[in-house]
């Protein structure tokens, strides 16, 4: 089930994407960090209603953001559709024991679908350049991938923007 997040979830989320941090770092993968995702950044997405949580048999074992705001560090990619109405998916996590069950694709179904029935141009997104993963995830579902931006805080490698347009 995705749901809207209720705050007093927020310190399960960070420790959701605590393990998913730790469990990229084995596989060296720096793309979180002790930086981010943060509370004050749980506690936005909260206060915007933009935080959802996946749960299974009553346990969140996933998040993921859903918002019409552009962050500044997407300004100079030139995206598929103007700069309007359009839907951004950010913190997308699944702890580590339950991920490769289909759970992160329940997800994007389910921002794919929000993203249609509330009218969005497109979804945009980004991924960590050195997670080749996650870039093959979005590839497969349709995502074209755009140029590349940086969030010092996190890496000194860039990460990539995508972009899907919505079919109504």
């Known amino acids: 089930m995705i749901r809207l997040a ?3 979830e927020i310190l399960k989320l960070l420790a959701i994407t605590k393990a998913c941090a730790e469990d990229m770092i084995s ?3 720096f793309q979180w960090n002790e930086h981010y995702p943060s509370i004050v ?3 936005n997405d909260l206060k915007r209603n933009e935080l959802y949580v996946l749960t299974s048999e009553n346990v969140i074992i996933g998040c993921i953001v859903l918002t019409p705001n552009m962050d500044e560090e997407y300004l100079p990619i030139k995206w598929l559709t103007p700069n309007e109405n359009n839907l951004y998916v950010h ?3 699944i702890h580590p024991k339950f991920q490769g ?3 992160a694709q329940k997800l994007m179904d389910f921002t794919e679908a929000f993203a249609i029935k509330n009218n969005y141009s497109s979804i945009r997104l980004d991924t960590f350049s050195k997670n080749d993963r996650n870039q093959k995830f979005y590839e497969l579902r349709g995502y074209k991938k755009l140029g590349t931006i940086y969030f010092p805080k996190q890496s000194e490698f860039p990460f990539y923007c995508y972009e899907r347009l919505c079919k109504k």
Do not use: C, V, Y
């Open 27 to 29: 596989r060296n993968i």
């Open 91 to 93: 913190r997308l996590a």
């Open 41 to 43: 950044a749980f506690d």
């Open 6 to 8: 209720k705050k007093e």
């Open 101 to 103: 069950m289909g759970f």
